[in-house]
Structure formats: C-alpha cells, structure tokens
C-alpha cells in the first residue's frame, strides 16, 4: 500500500509522550510502506540568560551518560522499527537546542510528514519553557502531526 508519506520522521526523547509518538509515527510508516528515521536530541543548555552559545550538531561524546543512553534508546527503537517490516529506517542523535537541531534537521533532510509527542504544558508552562511541539508545528517545513494524550 502507498500513500501520501513515503518519508516520515519521528523525534523521540525517552518520554511516554514520545513513545506514544513512536508508536503513531510506526504505525503509519507500516500502513504506508515509508521510510522511518528516528531522531533524539541531547540537550544543550546555555548559560541563563547569558550570549548564545554554539553547539555541535552531530553528537561525538560518548563517554556521557546522557548521550548513551540517547544511543541505546535509538538503537533499540531502530530495531524494533525493522522487526516490524519497515524496510528503511535510519537514527540521527544530535546535540544542541533541541528546537533548532530538530528544525536544522527537517530543512536538510525534508520528510513528508514529522511525527512528535505532547506534553500538553499549562499556558504558564509555555510562556516560561516554550513547547517544542509548538514550536515545530509552527516552524517545520512540513506536515506536523503532534500526539496529543488523551484526556
């Protein structure tokens, strides 16, 4: 079967939220016969309130915990994406503003459909954090479809 998504990609971070995400972003890659990459970002934080810094896109340091474990949770989603018969499936790790690294991504690599989770923050969450759903559906140069628990 074919469909509208031949490529789809999925932002995971170790969440429910984004394991729900995972799970849609599968599903559809299985119904549609799609390419399936799976990206995390390992977050980088500059100093509050200080100058922007620069952060590499590509992740090298594997001697952090947060970045292997980053790895292993690819890895394990790659495989269990390929168990259940997708037939392409590719992992990217970055590290960075997630925001950035993952819009970054979307404007070199052009998916036909992004897949993301939703921690359904309070409007006062939003205005301190942000929403990096929010931030994608408004930014991504292509279709966003955020998973939104349900209430």
Same mark, same amino acid.
């Given at each position: ?14 969440? %429910?939220?984004?394991?729900?995400? @995972? ?7 299985? $119904? @549609? ?15 509050? @309130?200080?100058?922007?810094?620069? $952060? %590499? ?95």
């Amino acid at each position: 079967m074919t469909g509208p998504f031949a490529s789809i990609t999925v932002a995971v971070d170790g969440s %429910p939220h984004a394991d729900r995400a @995972f799970a849609h972003a599968l599903g559809l890659a299985k $119904a @549609f016969g799609a390419s399936l990459t799976i990206i995390s970002v390992v977050p980088f934080h500059p100093a509050a @309130f200080g100058a922007p810094q620069l $952060a %590499p896109q590509m992740v090298a340091d594997d001697d952090d915990e947060e970045v292997r474990a980053c790895r292993t949770m690819l890895e394990k989603l790659q495989a269990r994406a390929l168990g259940e018969g997708i037939g392409s499936v590719v992992t990217e790790l970055r590290e960075g503003l997630v925001v950035d690294e993952l819009l970054d991504y979307l404007a070199h690599h052009r998916p036909e459909l992004l897949v993301v989770g939703s921690r359904g923050l309070s409007a006062t969450k939003r205005l301190f954090l942000g929403s990096v759903s929010e931030s994608l559906v408004h930014h991504a140069p292509c279709p966003v479809l955020v998973d939104r628990p349900i209430a």
